[in-house]
């Protein structure tokens, strides 16, 4: 299965036409397909936060969107997230896991551990629930989360693991 | 220099049926001036202002856009500069209020103030128009071309600090369902 083509497909039929991006190495196995794919409006940001105030307009001017993005970036978007969640606004968000290194020996462990740790907690704390999205059996969470986030009026996200990829930090 | 209430009964003058996003400074008044169902506060995340009206902006490409921004609140979110000159939507006007201060924080000035310029920043960030006004009377004259050219558009209004007030929020929940349900196929404006 060509996974970023089949996630890109069950976007669409979520009625998902719209996908709000800041590009990611863990969901780089999907940009090639949905820069390709004539039927989404990609749009590019600098920043998450930004992306998520973008998603919140095209969803008031009655687009569907999915915002795509690392779960640092979703650390960084607090503010942003806690907006949606009160003002109740359906978003689909592919996040990827970024995994980074463990400290090095010799120094003092982290007290939080590695980003994924903590990803789903931090999400749930706004009320975000999430399904994973790293096999082909899970491309069908992608219609999972289009029904719930239109039902229940929450941002609903799909978490993306990079096994491979170690920043080299 | 205007004061932002002029500056804002201005716009008001000019609007027609256009959305507009307001934050911050413009929360104070522009609600009374100009009110309607395609007005939205943007009040809950500070700096995001430009990027719902982005967002907006692309999904009512038929609608006219205006974001009453403040200049504190658009340092929040400078990369905001560079998306919209990439999407270059032609109904947008991003409109920045600059008095220099956090108005409603406590008034203190905004870090390197007068080193900066918000219009170089947007000219730099690729913005094909940004225009900067601080005489009235030149706004009210400029203010028919900027809202029927060809966007995107960038207008600095260089406005006096006013004093600081308690902040006047209508319900911005309330204005997004009215805002969401406005923008439908078939809405009829009462």
Redesign the interface.
């Known amino acids: 299965m060509d996974r970023g083509k089949a996630i890109c497909d069950e976007l669409k039929k979520a009625g998902i036409n719209?996908l709000v991006w800041l590009t990611c190495s863990a969901t780089h196995f999907m940009h090639k397909s949905m820069l390709s794919d004539p039927d989404f409006?990609v749009?590019?940001?600098?920043?998450e936060?930004?992306?998520?105030?973008?998603?919140?307009?095209?969803?008031?001017?009655?687009?569907r969107t999915a915002l795509i993005v690392e779960n640092a970036g979703i650390f960084d978007s607090g503010?942003?997230l806690?907006?949606v969640a009160?003002?109740e606004i359906p978003m689909v968000m592919i996040v990827g896991y970024i995994r980074r290194p463990p400290v090095p020996a010799g120094l003092p462990p982290s007290r939080l551990g590695l980003n994924r740790d903590y990803t789903e907690s931090f999400l749930s704390f706004f009320g975000i629930n999430s399904y994973p999205l790293d096999s082909d059996e899970d491309v069908k969470n992608v219609a999972l989360a289009g029904a719930e986030t239109q039902r229940t009026r929450q941002p609903v996200a799909l978490l993306v693991t990079d096994e491979t990829y170690v920043p080299n930090m | 220099m205007m004061k932002r209430v002029e500056a804002l009964k201005a716009i008001a003058d000019f609007r027609t049926d256009a959305i507009v996003?307001f934050t911050m400074g413009a929360m104070q008044e522009w609600d009374q001036i100009s009110p309607g169902p395609f007005n939205?506060q943007s009040s809950?995340?500070?700096?995001?202002?430009?990027?719902?009206?982005?967002?907006?902006?692309?999904?009512?490409p038929d609608k006219k856009v205006i974001v009453l921004d403040g200049d504190g609140s658009l340092l929040m979110?400078l990369?905001?500069l560079?998306?919209i000159a990439?999407?270059a939507p032609k109904n947008f006007i991003h409109v920045v209020l600059e008095n220099g201060i956090y108005e409603i924080a406590g008034q203190e000035p905004l870090p390197g103030i007068g080193k900066f310029s918000l219009r170089g920043l947007a000219l730099a960030a690729g913005a094909p128009k940004a225009y900067e006004i601080d005489d009235l009377r030149e706004l009210r004259e400029q203010l028919p071309t900027l809202m029927s050219e060809s966007g995107p558009i960038f207008l600095g209004i260089k406005t006096e600090p006013g004093p600081r007030e308690p902040v006047r929020k209508g319900s911005?929940?309330e204005m997004?369902r009215t805002?969401?349900k406005a923008?439908?196929p078939g809405y009829v404006v009462k």
Request: charged share 10%; with cysteine; glycine share 16%.
């Open positions: 719209h409006k749009i590019p940001v600098c920043r936060a930004e992306g998520v105030g973008i998603c919140v307009g095209l969803h008031l001017g009655g687009k503010n942003g806690s907006w009160a003002w | 996003v939205l809950q995340a500070m700096g995001y202002a430009s990027s719902v009206g982005l967002g907006l902006a692309i999904a009512c979110n990369g905001i560079v998306t990439n999407e911005a929940v997004a805002l969401e923008l439908q």
